[in-house]
């Protein structure tokens, strides 16, 4: 079946950068996209962006922008998400998701990453 | 551009059927019939409902539909059952800037 298996958990300090990568199996990479998601403790989900893994096109959410870059390697069926800066509000567990980008929806979910940004 | 707005909690017995709704505005929800939803329990990853305002991905249970008035979607899960404890989530593409926007959540507890 689909599977999105995400890398184990980090701890950065104030400042840092993290790369967060999510292996896709069980269906071909590049018709999809791929979004970020994440969720602070005990909050909501906020969007963090897409990226288009035929072509590599992006589309980041404003609150990320000149922060984050969303690439994919389709030779390992792998998507990454680099976000640099690292502040203590960006503590959060982060999802890679697949992305229906014509319809907006995510159909399948990743195993989530854990950051946790501390001096 | 803002959350979209969606009630902190509501809750149900079994059996019974409750709404959630999720307040847009014309710019997102009210323009798009992009609206998906979302269930998450403790400590798991999302698991999506609904896409496309009131479809099903396959082996989602016909127990849990959605619809769309306006500038306000809307999750009605049917016959309660305890495992529908959860928080639920709605999603709405809000143009090519924006893209998504979420709601803010919802926790239904199933008394």
């Known amino acids: 079946q689909v599977q999105l298996v995400q890398s184990g958990a980090e701890v950065k300090k104030p400042g840092a950068s993290v790369k967060v990568s999510c292996k896709a199996s069980?269906?071909?990479?590049?018709?999809?996209?791929f979004s970020w998601v994440r969720q602070a403790p005990g909050q909501g989900l906020e969007w963090m962006g897409w990226i288009n893994a035929h072509n590599g096109d992006t589309n980041y959410a404003q609150n990320f922008q000149g922060r984050v870059t969303m690439t994919t390697d389709t030779s390992t069926s792998t998507a990454y998400m680099e976000l640099r800066s690292l502040r203590s509000d960006d503590t959060a567990v982060y999802y890679c998701?697949?992305?229906?980008?014509?319809?907006?929806?995510?159909?399948?979910w990743g195993t989530g990453t854990t950051v946790t940004v501390s001096s | 551009q803002s959350a979209l707005t969606q009630p902190a909690s509501v809750s149900g017995s079994p059996g019974q059927s409750i709404t959630i709704s999720c307040s847009g505005t014309?710019?997102?929800?009210?323009?798009?019939?992009?609206v998906s939803w979302y269930q998450q329990h403790p400590g798991k990853a999302p698991k999506l409902l609904i896409y496309e305002v009131n479809k099903w991905p396959s082996g989602v249970s016909d127990r849990f539909s959605g619809s769309k008035s306006g500038d306000t979607a809307s999750l009605t899960i049917s016959g309660l059952q305890t495992e529908d404890e959860a928080d639920y989530y709605c999603c709405s593409y809000a143009g090519r800037t924006t893209f998504v926007l979420f709601g803010g959540g919802t926790k239904l507890t199933v008394l």
């Open positions: 069980g269906h071909t990479f590049t018709p999809y996209g």
């Open positions: 014309s710019s997102d929800i009210g323009s798009y019939n992009l």
């Open positions: 998701a697949r992305f229906r980008i014509t319809m907006a929806y995510i159909d399948v």
